[in-house]
């Protein structure tokens, strides 16, 4: 094998291992991305219920107890009385689905939804987009 077969082979095994890392990173953001929406739904359809509760306080810490103790045995523990607490405050935060970003993943949203003051919030947001602080960071 000459020294430019080698090259050649080396540049083939460089885009291979390139096009394999971008697929999957695409396919973990996608998933991500997913998640919350899900999180995002579960938020805005415990926000409706609760508002249909006379004392929306009690009522809305009485529905997530409920609702966490029917659906975690079959869900898993992913849906805690906290997590779906957040989902509620995130879908409050963030009352239009359309204007979530794809970059950031539940955790990231999470940080965020903490931070009342929304003008410090969406100087977050851009700052995370524009010095990429949403990237994964993979194995």
């Not at 997913?34 to 810490?61: C, H, N, P, T």
């Not at 239009?96 to 003051?117: E, K, P, T, V």
Request: hydrophobic content about 35%; aromatic content about 16%; overall charge positive.
């Amino acid at each position: 094998m000459s020294n430019k077969d080698i090259k050649l082979h080396s540049n083939f095994i460089s885009d291979i291992k390139k096009i394999i890392t971008t697929a999957r990173n695409s396919a973990i953001r996608s998933v991500d991305f997913e998640r919350v929406k899900m999180y995002w739904k579960l938020g805005e359809r415990i926000f409706v219920e609760e508002q249909q509760g006379k004392d929306r306080a009690e009522y809305g810490s009485y529905l997530i107890r409920n609702l966490s103790a029917s659906i975690t045995p079959e869900f898993g523990s992913g849906f805690s009385y906290r997590q779906l607490a957040f989902c509620r405050q995130f879908y409050r935060t963030y009352p239009n689905m359309n204007a979530l970003r794809s970059q950031f993943n539940w955790s990231q949203y999470r940080l965020l939804i903490q931070i009342d003051n929304e003008y410090k919030r969406e100087y977050y947001e851009l700052e995370a987009v524009n010095n990429r602080w949403y990237q994964p960071i993979r194995g």
